[in-house]
């Protein structure tokens, strides 16, 4: 009778372990083809304040609500204005928000998990379209297609998507969003960043964060997927220049305000930030499984015990 019981155990947690696995697939293809599409010459390379942004920021919203998500007023914008040292000029920006409930804590302003990329590039600068595949469509496809995942099945915790705007100007969107009060700064848990995940010739995806949160170290680690590696690092003091990246992209202002933050990206390749950072330079194997990975990292913090105990004592 214990041996049937110890078997009828076994067999239920194996079944329990392939629906998840089943009910968290991502998509390749359409993640592929999302990439695709917001690196076409139709963008101008995306660049904040032109039309080539705008219609990228309209791109992102209209699949924000094709996937469901919710949004916390009328609109997932918001619409922020900023001053750009590099050209001398006041700019208008537009971050795109919308959030998924959890199922044991429901509203984020109770306690939540922010995943983010940036869809701002660098624009047409001398006649060339810098078409920023890898930095960062990418990351944002890779944002909607996490999100359909779990709008179909939430997490215990609420997690929130943004797409950032103007990172490429000295991070003003990720800044402006947590000066607005948006969400109350100690409800965010943790913010997961993916700013470049789809180009690496050795399979190698970098990550950033664990040096201060080392308690998500083996979540990274039990989230590998495919061939890939991951390589933790820059993020140590020893690490000085460019070969620090805690300020290297939007998780640098969240780190300014002390909320944890995990950073997704690749180390800087010869693409980076030129006209050849195009769909056809990708290493498609390598993105998919990196996307996959990071996918697998949310559900784990998603229903992460820790986490949940932090919100009781919020």
């Given at each position: 009778?214990?041996?049937r019981?110890f078997?009828?155990?076994?067999l239920?947690?194996?079944i329990?372990?392939?629906?998840l696995?089943?009910?968290?697939?991502l998509d390749?293809?359409?993640?592929?083809?999302?990439?695709r599409?917001l690196s076409?010459d139709?963008?101008?390379?995306?660049?904040?304040?032109?039309?080539?942004g705008?219609?990228?920021?309209?791109?992102?919203?209209d699949?924000?609500?094709?996937?469901?998500?919710?949004h916390?007023?009328s609109?997932?914008?918001?619409?922020?204005?900023f001053?750009?040292k590099?050209y001398?000029?006041?700019e208008?920006?537009?971050?795109?928000?919308g959030?998924?409930?959890?199922?044991k804590?429901?509203?984020?302003?109770?306690g939540?998990?922010?995943?983010?990329?940036?869809?701002?590039?660098l624009?047409?600068?001398?006649?060339?379209?810098?078409?920023?595949?890898?930095?960062?469509?990418?990351?944002?496809?890779?944002?909607?297609?996490?999100?359909?995942?779990?709008?179909?099945?939430?997490?215990?915790?609420?997690i929130?998507f943004?797409s950032?705007?103007?990172?490429?100007?000295?991070?003003?969107?990720s800044a402006?969003?947590?000066e607005?009060?948006?969400?109350?700064?100690?409800?965010i848990l943790?913010f997961?960043?993916?700013?470049?995940?789809?180009?690496?010739?050795i399979?190698?995806?970098?990550?950033?964060?664990v040096?201060?949160?080392?308690?998500?170290?083996k979540?990274?680690?039990?989230?590998?997927?495919?061939?890939?590696?991951v390589k933790?690092?820059?993020?140590?003091?020893?690490?000085e220049g460019?070969?620090?990246?805690?300020?290297?992209?939007?998780?640098?202002?969240?780190?300014?305000?002390?909320?944890?933050?995990?950073?997704?990206g690749?180390?800087?390749?010869?693409?980076?930030?030129?006209p050849?950072?195009?769909?056809?330079?990708?290493?498609i194997?390598?993105?998919?499984?990196?996307s996959k990975?990071i996918l697998?990292f949310?559900?784990k913090?998603g229903?992460?015990?820790?986490?949940?105990?932090k919100i009781?004592?919020?």
């Open positions: 009778m214990l041996l019981v078997f009828c155990f076994v239920s947690s194996i329990s372990t392939s629906l696995a089943q009910e968290r697939r390749p293809v359409s993640l592929l083809t999302t990439t599409i076409s139709y963008f101008e390379g995306r660049k904040t304040n032109t039309k080539g705008l219609l990228a920021r309209d791109y992102v919203v699949e924000f609500k094709k996937i469901g998500l919710k916390f007023d609109s997932f914008i918001q619409t922020f204005n001053y750009n590099l001398n000029v006041h208008v920006g537009h971050n795109v928000i959030y998924v409930e959890g199922k804590v429901v509203h984020p302003n109770e939540c998990i922010i995943i983010g990329a940036h869809y701002d590039h624009g047409v600068f001398g006649g060339d379209i810098y078409n920023g595949a890898d930095d960062n469509a990418s990351g944002v496809a890779a944002l909607l297609e996490i999100a359909k995942e779990f709008v179909k099945n939430p997490a215990d915790l609420p929130v943004i950032f705007d103007a990172e490429e100007s000295r991070c003003a969107g402006y969003f947590l607005s009060n948006f969400l109350q700064l100690e409800s943790l997961v960043n993916m700013d470049m995940i789809s180009k690496s010739d399979n190698e995806l970098s990550v950033t964060g040096h201060y949160h080392n308690e998500y170290r979540d990274i680690q039990n989230s590998v997927e495919g061939n890939m590696t933790f690092g820059h993020d140590r003091r020893k690490d460019l070969n620090n990246w805690v300020f290297a992209s939007d998780h640098g202002e969240f780190h300014k305000k002390g909320i944890p933050f995990i950073y997704f690749v180390e800087e390749h010869k693409d980076y930030h030129r050849s950072d195009t769909f056809d330079s990708i290493n194997g390598f993105f998919v499984d990196s990975m697998s949310m559900e913090v229903h992460k015990k820790s986490l949940l105990r009781r004592k919020l």
